[in-house]
C-alpha cells in the first residue's frame, strides 16, 4: 500500500491497510477480525487522533442514506456522508441543519466525533445536532445509544474510541435563507470596547486577523435579515467577494454581497464544488469562556508577532454551551480562536506553545482534531474512560493518541 496521509499531509498513517466495506454486515465482519482498528472519515484532523498501526476502516463506501422521519424533525444518515451532500439532499426537500462547518467537505461522523463547529452565540457545535448514534462495538454488536440515554452525553463526541459510528440521527428544521456581508478593517477600539455585540450581530459571525495589528482584518456576517449600513462598529463593507487568505481565489468562497440565498451555500465559507487545496497548511484551535474573549484576544495579542510570522489566517467564532463530556464547549458558551499555520511543522510547534501558555490562565480547551502540545484537561474524562472500557475492553480503538489524552 502506498503511504497514505491526512488532508493535510502532515501525517503519514501507519496502517498496515485500509478496509473499505461496501455494506453494514461486511463492516460487522471486518470490525469483529480486526485486532486494532481507527476509523478514518475525510482525512481534515491535523493530528495522529487517526492513526494505528493496525488497520484503518473507511466507511466512504457504505451506501449513501438520508432516511427522513415522518415528522420531519430528524434525519438519518450514514457514517460516511459528507456534510455537503447531505445539505443539498436536505434542501432539496425543505429542510435544514442549524449550522455548518467552514468547509462542506468533511464527514458527518469525522466532525461530530470531534464536536467540530460552525459560529454563532446561539449555536451549537455539529455534535449538538445529534440525537442518536448508531456504533458497532469492537465485538462487532451494533448499538444505538440515543439523546436521554445514560451514555449519551458521552457518545457523541467520542473521537472514535467507542467504535466505528455507521449511522447518525440529526435534529433538522425548515429550510432558511441567509445574507453573507464582508466587512473589512475592524478597528481595535471598536473589538475592546463592542466585541460582545459585534459577535452576536448575525446567525453566524466570522472575524478574520493576520495578528499583523491590534485592527481585525475582515469580519463575515451571516444575517437572516438584510444589512443597509456601509460600516459596522467601523469596518467598512467590501466592494467585492474576499478570501480570508489574501491573495487566494475568491471565486472559492460562498456568495457575499448580501444576496440572499439557501442556508447550505451561506453557513459554510467555502463552496462544495471547490475542492480545498491540501498539503499548504496546519490547524490549532483553543476555546475559552465567552465571557473572557476580550482577555484571550488580549492574551493572543502578547505573542502577536511570533503568531503572524508563521500564520496563514486566524478566524474568531462563538460557540453555545452543551453537555457532551468531551466537547471544548462543554457547559460554557464559548470563543473559539483559529489558526491556519503554515506548513512547517518545525517552525509551527513552538509558537502552538506559546498560544497554550498565554491561554492557559483562561481554561483554554483545545479542538482535538487539530495540532495542539500541551496535554488537555478534558472537561469529563474519567467518565469517559469508564465508557470507552465499557465499550471497548480490549483496546481495540485505542491508539497512541487516546492512550495518551485518556491516561
Known amino acids: 500500500m502506498e503511504p497514505l496521509t491526512n488532508w493535510a499531509g502532515n501525517i503519514t498513517f501507519g496502517a498496515r491497510r485500509v478496509l473499505r466495506p461496501r455494506s453494514l454486515d461486511e463492516a460487522r465482519e471486518l470490525i469483529t477480525a480486526a485486532t486494532k482498528l481507527r476509523v478514518l472519515g475525510s482525512g481534515h484532523s491535523f493530528n495522529r487522533l487517526a492513526d494505528t498501526d493496525g488497520d484503518l476502516l473507511s466507511?466512504?463506501?457504505?451506501?449513501?442514506?438520508?432516511?427522513i422521519a415522518p415528522d420531519?424533525?430528524?434525519?438519518?444518515?450514514?457514517?460516511?456522508?459528507?456534510?455537503?451532500?447531505?445539505?443539498?439532499?436536505?434542501?432539496?426537500?425543505?429542510?435544514?441543519?442549524?449550522?455548518?462547518?467552514?468547509?462542506?467537505?468533511?464527514?458527518?461522523?469525522?466532525?461530530?466525533?470531534?464536536?467540530?463547529?460552525?459560529?454563532?452565540?446561539?449555536?451549537?457545535?455539529?455534535?449538538?445536532?445529534?440525537?442518536?448514534?448508531?456504533?458497532?462495538?469492537?465485538?462487532?454488536?451494533?448499538?444505538?445509544?440515543?439523546?436521554?440515554?445514560?451514555?449519551?452525553?458521552?457518545?457523541?463526541?467520542?473521537?472514535?474510541?467507542?467504535?466505528?459510528?455507521?449511522?447518525?440521527?440529526?435534529?433538522v428544521q425548515p429550510a432558511f435563507e441567509l445574507r453573507q456581508y464582508v466587512y473589512e478593517n475592524l478597528p481595535a477600539a471598536s473589538v475592546r470596547s463592542d466585541l460582545p455585540a459585534i459577535l452576536a450581530d448575525g446567525y453566524s459571525v466570522s472575524l478574520f486577523t493576520r495578528w499583523t495589528s491590534a485592527d481585525v482584518d475582515q469580519v463575515w456576517l451571516k444575517r437572516l435579515d438584510p444589512m443597509t449600513a456601509p460600516t459596522f462598529h467601523g469596518a467598512t463593507l467590501a466592494d467585492g467577494p474576499r478570501h480570508p487568505v489574501p491573495g487566494m481565489p475568491t471565486g472559492n468562497c460562498t456568495q457575499q454581497g448580501g444576496v440572499p440565498g439557501p442556508w447550505h451555500e451561506r453557513l459554510p465559507h467555502f463552496r462544495m464544488e471547490f475542492t480545498p487545496s491540501s498539503g499548504e497548511e496546519l490547524q490549532s484551535e483553543f476555546h475559552v469562556p465567552l465571557d473572557r474573549a476580550g482577555d484571550a484576544i488580549d492574551a493572543v495579542a502578547q505573542v502577536r508577532e511570533r503568531v503572524a510570522a508563521v500564520l496563514q489566517v486566524?478566524?474568531?467564532?462563538?460557540?453555545?454551551a452543551d453537555d457532551l463530556w468531551l466537547s471544548p464547549n462543554h457547559e460554557r458558551d464559548s470563543l473559539a480562536l483559529h489558526f491556519t499555520w503554515i506548513a512547517d511543522t518545525e517552525a509551527v510547534l513552538p509558537v502552538v506553545a506559546d498560544v497554550e501558555k498565554v491561554l492557559a490562565p483562561l481554561g483554554a480547551r483545545p479542538h482535538l482534531g487539530k495540532i495542539f502540545t500541551s496535554a488537555p484537561e478534558l472537561p469529563r474524562a474519567a467518565e469517559f474512560s469508564a465508557l470507552v472500557q465499557r465499550f471497548d475492553p480490549t483496546a481495540k480503538f485505542?491508539?497512541?493518541?487516546l492512550d495518551r489524552l485518556l491516561s
Open 72 to 171: 420531519r424533525r430528524t434525519v438519518r444518515v450514514d457514517g460516511g456522508i459528507r456534510y455537503g451532500d447531505l445539505a443539498t439532499r436536505l434542501h432539496a426537500e425543505g429542510l435544514a441543519l442549524h449550522n455548518m462547518a467552514s468547509l462542506p467537505h468533511i464527514s458527518v461522523a469525522g466532525a461530530v466525533a470531534t464536536a467540530t463547529h460552525g459560529s454563532g452565540v446561539g449555536n451549537g457545535n455539529l455534535a449538538t445536532a445529534v440525537a442518536a448514534v448508531e456504533i458497532i462495538r469492537a465485538d462487532g454488536e451494533l448499538v444505538t445509544v440515543s439523546r436521554g440515554d445514560t451514555d449519551f452525553p458521552g457518545s457523541v463526541a467520542a473521537l472514535g474510541a467507542l467504535g466505528a459510528v455507521v449511522a447518525l440521527t440529526l435534529d
Open 59 to 67: 466507511l466512504a463506501g457504505l451506501p449513501r442514506t438520508v432516511e
Open 314 to 320: 486566524s478566524e474568531v467564532r462563538t460557540i453555545a
Open 398 to 401: 485505542r491508539n497512541d493518541f
